[in-house]
T-cell receptor, first 113, second 112 residues
Framework: NAGVMQNPRHLVRRRGQEARLRCSPM?????VYWYRQLPEEGLKFMVY????????ESGMPKERFSAEFPKEGPSILRIQQVVRGDSAAYFC???????????FGSGTRLTVV | GEDVEQSLFLSVREGDSSVINCTYT??????LYWYKQEPGAGLQLLTY?????DMKQDQRLTVLLNKKDKHLSLRIADTQTGDSAIYFC????????????FGTGTQLKVEL
């Protein structure tokens, strides 16, 4: 049973480009969460999704950021017109329900140059 | 809002016990977690405790929860060099869905 798979592991984008981060949850997990870790900081919640639905997006910046978890395929975190301040590690986690703990992926490290 | 705080660094000698502390502000916390992050890696769940418990032991790990003082600790017995990592505590509360609030992490350095 593969864990939470995130790709790419490292992503370099120039300012103004778009970044797409993918997350495939563990088999049987229908709840997906995205967190951002800025350098030398803890993880900050961004968004919580179930299949085809955004449940809680209270941690998402109001502009340029969006997330989806379609019926088929991975969850996508999309950042449009990236800026240097978007450079961070983005972690995805999944769970089978709201009572169980998460399993985290290895993260995507985004560098904006 | 919820706030979770940890000290930034801890250095111990190999074989000694490590105690990593965490304080939180949310009195409606239901679960409290300890995660380990090695360089360049994701977060690995070490252990968790339900808020109506005050202690949980799992091999070399002991979690103590003082709910009155909102203080959580992780004790690692017989600390090894492989335990060097950043340790995060996190809390989940009744009003936050399944969202976790993380501390800033404690970097544990194990010296020979």
């Amino acid at each position: 049973n593969a864990g939470v798979m995130q790709n790419p592991r490292h992503l370099v984008r120039r300012r103004g480009q778009e970044a797409r981060l993918r997350c495939s949850p563990m088999k049987g997990h229908s709840h997906v969460y995205w967190y951002r870790q800025l350098p030398e900081e803890g993880l900050k919640f961004m968004v919580y999704l179930q299949k085809e639905n955004i449940i809680d997006e209270s941690g998402m910046p109001k502009e340029r950021f969006s997330a989806e978890f379609p019926k088929e395929g991975p969850s996508i975190l999309r950042i449009q017109q990236v800026v240097r301040g978007d450079s961070a590690a983005y972690f995805c986690a999944s769970s089978p329900n709201t009572d169980d703990g998460y399993t985290f992926g290895s993260g995507t490290r985004l560098t904006v140059v | 809002g919820e706030d979770v705080e940890q000290s930034l660094f801890l250095s111990v000698r190999e074989g000694d016990s490590s105690v990593i502390n965490c304080t939180y502000t949310d009195s409606s916390s239901t679960y409290l977690y300890w995660y380990k992050q090695e360089p360049g890696a994701g977060l690995q769940l070490l252990t968790y405790i339900f808020s109506n418990m005050d202690m949980k032991q799992d091999q070399r790990l002991t979690v103590l929860l003082n709910k009155k003082d909102k203080h959580l600790s992780l004790r690692i017995a017989d600390t090894q060099t492989g335990d060097s990592a950043i340790y995060f505590c996190a809390e989940k509360n009744t009003g936050g869905g399944n969202k976790l609030t993380f501390g800033t992490g404690t970097q544990l350095k194990v010296e020979l």
